[in-house]
């Protein structure tokens, strides 16, 4: 594997569901992210990890957790979700810092019924 | 506040015919503008980073310009499999703002 790979690719869920969202990448980076893309709307940042520690918490609703276990994983816990979480979750990876591009995964497709 | 707008939200262009799209922000202290590629569906895929004004950076047909308040994407001579979604971003500490996007069709 190379880069940063996400699964399931498609997930749907109802609202009273636990389902996970998994982020692994190959890229020796130290810093991962969660954003949220929604049609029509920027992407949203949802959570930085930083060498495992959260850096960012964007005003995230708890029912999105998320857990940065090593420099390479990255999940996001979902529970109680409501419709209009539905929307495409994307994982990234960095260098720390500043001025550092972020490379992306695929992005689960998260459908909540 | 920060922020990231890009122009135009759609542009159609007949192969071959040059344009750009325009990424204006504003942000105190840039620490670094990006240019991505997203494909329906997919995630967004990196193409350049750009520091300082009179920065030019190039990759096939596309050409990254930024000046102190916009950067533009030269297309030239595009083809139908330019055609995406193009996101600019702005660094922020360690966030990146994006704009919207600019959702290019080239037809053949």
């Known amino acids: 594997e190379t880069g940063v790979t996400q699964t399931p690719r498609h997930l749907v869920m109802g609202m009273t569901n636990k389902k996970s969202l998994k982020c692994e990448q190959h890229l020796g980076h130290n810093a991962m992210y969660w954003y949220k893309q929604s049609a029509k709307k920027p992407l949203e940042l949802m959570f930085v990890y930083n060498f495992k520690e959260q850096t960012e918490n964007n005003s995230v609703p708890s029912r999105f957790s998320p857990e940065c276990p090593n420099s390479s994983h990255l999940f996001l816990h979902l529970h109680t979700l409501q419709p209009e979480d539905s929307a495409l979750y994307l994982c990234?990876?960095?260098?720390?810092?500043?001025?550092?591009?972020?490379?992306f995964g695929p992005g689960t497709r998260l459908t909540v019924t | 506040e920060d922020q990231v707008t890009q122009s135009p939200e759609a542009l159609r262009l007949q192969e071959g015919e040059s344009s750009s799209l325009n990424c204006s922000y504003t942000?105190?202290?840039?620490?670094?503008l990006f240019w991505y590629r997203q494909d329906p569906g997919k995630g967004p895929e990196f193409l350049f980073t750009l520091y300082s004004a009179g920065e030019e950076k190039e990759k096939e047909r596309l050409k990254a310009t930024l000046t102190k308040k916009e950067s533009f994407l030269h297309i030239t001579a595009p083809k139908p499999e330019d055609s995406a979604t193009y996101l600019c971003?702005?660094?922020?500490?360690?966030?990146?703002?994006f704009g919207a996007g600019t959702i290019l069709r080239v037809k053949s």
């Open positions: 990234a990876s960095s260098t720390t810092g500043e001025g550092y591009e972020q490379y």
């Open positions: 942000v105190s202290g840039l620490r670094g």
């Open positions: 971003a702005v660094h922020r500490g360690n966030k990146l703002v």
